[in-house]
C-alpha cells in the first residue's frame, strides 16, 4: 500500500447531495426544488449571461493570475486597496489556503461547532490540532469559550458570521470586542459568506476594523447572492502582509478567465442583489410563521437559509420531502440532529416546501 498521510484514515470524502437528475430518475419526478445547498434560487444577474455570451474566443490563454481587472474593481468596491485582496476558487479554497499557510503539527486553531466543516477538514489534514467549541444554546458562537481555548500555540481562530447551519449573525458589539480580545498573533478568519443577506437592522462594517487589527481576514463569496456558484470565486480581504503570505502558497490560476467575468459584471448589478435581500426577506418570514404554527424550533436566521426543527427523525423528514421532489440538508448530516437546514427558496418553491410539510405533520400525528 502507498503511505498515505495518516490522518486520512481518520477522515471522509465530502459527500455531496445526488445529483438532481439521478434523484428524477430514481423516484420518477420532473421537477426537483433544491433548497439544499444555498445557492441563490432567483439565479444571478441577467448581465452575466449577456456578458458570457460575448466570450468567443480565448480558451487557449491562461487567466490572469493576479485576477488584476477583477480586484481593481473589488477594490473600488469596497474602498480598499488591491493588495488587500485575495481571490480563491471560490472560499472554500481560501479556507485551504489558510491552512497550508498558517497550521501545521506544532499549531493548534479554533473553531465553534457545528459550523462549516471545512475549517476543521483542512487544519486536521495540515496535522494541527483542532479545537472544537460548541455553540451556545442559541445557536451564538460561545465567543467566550472560543477566547478562553486560545494558547501560545493557536495560530487561527475562525469565525462564521453569519453561521452556517444555524443562521445567527454575532452583533457587531459582541463581535468586535471579541476581535478585540483575541491575540494579535493570531489570525482571525471572518467567514462571510452571507454577508450580502444580514437584514438592515442587524447589519454591520467590518472594513474599518482592519486598519487596527492586522490579524484579521474577511472571506467572501460569489457563490450565495451574486449566484454565481458554478463560477468558483471566492475573496479574502486582510492585512497586504497576510495577503503576500497566502499568495505563497495559491496556485497562480486559481480562477478561470470567463469565472472573472462573471464576478466582475455580477459585482456591478447591484439592484439584483437588493431584488434578492427583499425577495429573501419576505419569504424567511413565511418559513417563521410556519415554524411557529406547528411548533417547531428554528434558529433565529440572517441568510437565504432556516434551520427548523424535524417533525421526526430528519433523515426520515428529508427522505419524505425527498420522495416529493424537495431536497433539504437533513440535520445529522451538519452536526444538528432532529434539524432540517433549508434553503430559503422563490415563493412557488416554498409553497410546495410547506404543503408537503403538512402532510408529513398531518402524518405524524
Ligand atoms: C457556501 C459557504 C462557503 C463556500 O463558498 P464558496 O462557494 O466556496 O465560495 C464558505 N463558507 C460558508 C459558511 C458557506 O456557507
Known amino acids: 500500500m502507498v503511505k ?4 486520512l484514515k481518520t477522515m471522509k470524502p465530502y459527500k455531496p447531495g445526488k445529483p438532481i437528475e439521478e434523484t428524477e430518475r430514481e423516484y420518477g419526478l420532473h421537477h426537483i426544488v433544491k433548497l439544499a445547498s444555498n445557492e441563490n434560487p432567483y439565479g444571478c444577474s441577467l448581465a452575466v449571461y449577456e456578458e458570457m455570451a460575448k466570450i468567443t474566443c480565448g480558451f ?3 487567466p490572469d493570475a493576479n485576477a488584476t481587472s477583477l480586484r481593481e474593481d473589488v477594490a473600488k468596491k469596497w474602498n ?11 472560499s472554500d479554497e481560501l479556507i485551504t489556503i489558510i491552512a497550508r499557510t498558517f497550521l501545521d503539527e506544532s499549531t493548534n486553531t479554533v473553531v465553534p461547532t457545528p459550523s462549516f466543516p471545512q475549517y476543521a477538514h483542512n487544519a486536521k489534514i495540515e496535522g494541527a490540532i483542532v479545537k472544537e467549541i460548541p455553540l451556545l444554546l442559541s445557536g451564538d458562537h460561545d465567543v467566550e469559550k472560543m477566547i478562553e481555548a486560545i494558547d501560545d500555540q493557536t495560530a487561527v481562530i475562525w469565525l462564521c458570521n453569519p453561521n452556517n447551519p444555524t443562521g445567527n449573525v454575532l452583533s457587531e458589539d459582541i463581535l468586535l470586542e471579541t476581535i478585540r ?3 494579535k498573533d493570531v489570525l482571525i478568519v471572518l467567514d462571510e459568506a452571507y454577508y450580502e443577506y444580514i437584514p438592515d437592522e442587524q447589519q454591520y462594517d467590518p472594513l474599518p476594523w482592519l486598519a487596527d487589527y492586522p490579524n484579521l481576514l474577511l472571506l467572501r ?3 450565495k447572492a451574486y449566484g454565481l456558484a458554478a463560477f468558483r470565486v471566492g475573496y479574502g480581504i486582510g492585512h497586504p502582509s497576510v495577503i503576500e503570505e497566502l499568495n505563497k502558497v495559491r496556485n497562480p490560476f486559481n480562477n478561470s478567465r470567463p469565472a472573472h467575468r462573471a464576478a466582475q459584471t455580477a459585482l456591478r448589478d447591484t439592484e439584483f442583489i437588493e431584488h434578492c435581500r427583499e425577495m429573501n ?3 424567511k418570514a413565511r ?9 417547531l424550533h428554528t434558529y433565529p436566521s440572517a441568510t437565504n437559509f432556516v434551520l427548523m426543527e424535524a417533525p421526526t427523525k430528519d433523515e426520515e ?13 437533513a440535520g445529522h448530516l451538519l452536526g444538528v440532529p432532529g434539524y432540517m437546514r433549508i434553503t430559503i427558496g422563490r415563493e412557488e418553491q416554498n409553497d410546495l416546501f410547506f404543503e408537503s410539510m403538512e402532510l408529513l405533520i398531518e402524518q405524524n400525528k
Open 287 to 295: 418559513f417563521y410563521t410556519f415554524a411557529k404554527r406547528h411548533h
Open 317 to 329: 423528514a428529508a427522505q419524505f420531502l425527498l420522495e416529493r421532489g424537495i431536497i433539504v440538508r
Open 221 to 223: 463569496t460569489f457563490s
Open 181 to 183: 480580545r483575541i491575540p
Open 60 to 62: 487557449e490563454l491562461y
Open 80 to 90: 480598499v486597496t488591491p493588495d488587500q485582496l485575495v481571490f480563491g476558487n471560490g
Open 281 to 283: 426577506e419576505e419569504q
Open 4 to 7: 498515505v498521510k495518516s490522518v
